[in-house]
Structure formats: structure tokens, C-alpha cells
């Protein structure tokens, strides 16, 4: 069975970066042909999706956040990474990583998620 | 990009059917067949329960049904179960990214 586990500080200062790892367990980053993702979740934004990634490197970003997101995969630890740079309250949410039921079908797998908080 | 449009609150008795409305655009719900739903329960990661506009995946009973027409999809419950009692977000694959709805909570009276 497939797992995803989030990992990375709960708290964050604003204007620093934050830095998430999802490793994955049951099943090889690379063997599948499905994007992995991160979305988060937050009272007054609801669920959002941050962007996703191929095993090959390929990425995909929402569009408001783009200048602010970096995703990248390693293979070899079959881990797959967020960054978001300019932490603000705003971004304060539960992070979850998860893996596509399909090309652009939605997510069939996720971790339990993460809060990060953004607080001086 | 913004939020598909859920309404806030749905309920029913016990045995009976709610249908959920998803309201997007040609841009994304109107524009491609990918549409999904999830169920969340408080506490708890997100859980798909329809993708590509009527697929159930593997495990996610017969009850849950969904359909799409033009830029709106629903979500229906055909006899309602205690457990069904949740939170429920749509969402549609939309030019390279996601967008997601704003969540409708399900009560069963």
C-alpha cells in the first residue's frame, strides 16, 4: 500500500522559507507515471493546490504562487520536495503531499499533512 | 483562478439522497472532463471519492454517484449513512493546475 509522509519544521518566521519533504513508502517515485503534489489547506482559503511534479523533473505551479514555489524530486530517496519562499500569516496551513489517481484526474493518495505555522 | 462555488451546508435523513452543486466556468469545469470530488472527515486528510467526472475509485461505494452539465458538476448520496457526515470539496483540472471548491458540509439529520 502506498504511503506519503510530510516532514519539516511547524514553524516558520515570516519572510523566511519554508521547506517540506513528502517520502514515499510502498511504491517507487520513479516506476509510476503519475505527478506528485502538494496542496494545502487553511480556514480562509480553503483547500489549494501548490503544484506537482513528474519523477523526470517536469513541473506544474498554481499560478498565484509560482513565483514563490519550488518543487523538485530525488529519486534515489524517492522523496519529492517543497519550497516557498516569502512565508507570510497567509500561507499559514495544514501542507499535504500526494500522488495523482491519473493525469489530471485528481489525488488518490495523500499524507496526513503537516501544520506550518508562520508566527515570529 | 478562482474557487469553484459550493454551497455551504447540505443535509438529509438517514436512507435519503443529497445532491451537492459544483459551479466553476468554461474554464475549467466546462472545459475539461476531469472533474473530482473528496470527502473529509475533521482531522483528516482529504479522501477522492469520484474523478473524472463519474469514477469511483477502488472501495468508494455504489451510493456515491457524480455527474457534470456545462459548468456545473454534482455530487449525490443516495442512502445517507451516519458516516457520511463530512466535509466535501470538488475540484477540476483547469490549464495546468487544480482548482477546488469552497466545501460543503453534509449533515445526516
Known amino acids: 500500500q502506498l504511503q506519503l509522509q510530510e516532514s519539516g519544521p511547524g514553524l516558520v518566521k515570516p519572510s523566511e522559507t519554508l521547506s517540506l519533504t513528502c517520502t514515499v513508502s510502498?511504491?517507487?517515485?520513479?516506476?509510476?507515471?503519475?505527478?506528485w503534489g502538494w496542496l494545502r489547506q487553511s480556514p480562509g482559503r480553503g483547500l489549494e493546490w501548490i503544484g506537482s511534479?513528474?519523477?523526470?523533473?517536469?513541473?506544474h505551479y498554481n499560478p498565484s504562487l509560482r513565483s514563490r514555489v519550488t518543487i523538485s524530486v530525488e529519486t534515489s530517496k524517492n522523496q519529492f520536495s517543497l519550497k516557498l519562499t516569502s512565508m507570510t500569516a497567509a500561507d499559514t496551513a495544514v501542507y499535504y503531499c500526494?500522488?495523482?489517481?491519473?493525469?489530471?484526474?485528481?489525488?488518490?493518495?495523500w499524507g496526513q499533512g503537516t501544520l506550518v505555522t508562520v508566527s515570529s | 483562478q478562482s474557487a469553484l462555488t459550493q454551497p455551504p451546508s447540505a443535509s438529509g435523513s438517514p436512507g435519503q439522497s443529497v445532491t451537492i452543486s459544483c459551479t466553476g466556468t468554461?474554464?475549467?469545469?466546462?472545459?475539461?472532463?476531469?472533474v473530482s470530488w473528496y470527502q473529509q472527515h475533521p482531522g483528516k486528510a482529504p479522501k477522492l471519492m469520484i474523478y473524472?467526472?463519474?469514477k469511483r475509485p477502488s472501495g468508494v461505494p455504489d451510493r456515491f454517484s457524480a455527474s457534470k452539465s456545462g459548468n456545473t458538476a454534482s455530487l449525490t448520496v443516495s442512502g445517507l449513512q451516519a458516516e457520511d457526515e463530512a466535509d466535501y470539496y470538488c475540484s477540476s483540472y483547469a490549464d495546468s493546475s487544480y482548482v477546488f471548491g469552497t466545501g460543503t458540509k453534509v449533515s445526516a439529520l
Open positions: 500526494g500522488r495523482e489517481v491519473g493525469n489530471r484526474s485528481g489525488y488518490s493518495y
Open positions: 510502498g511504491g517507487s517515485i520513479s516506476s509510476s507515471s503519475y505527478y
Open positions: 468554461s474554464s475549467d469545469i466546462g472545459g475539461y472532463n476531469y
Open positions: 511534479i513528474y519523477y523526470s523533473g517536469t513541473t
Open positions: 473524472e467526472v463519474s
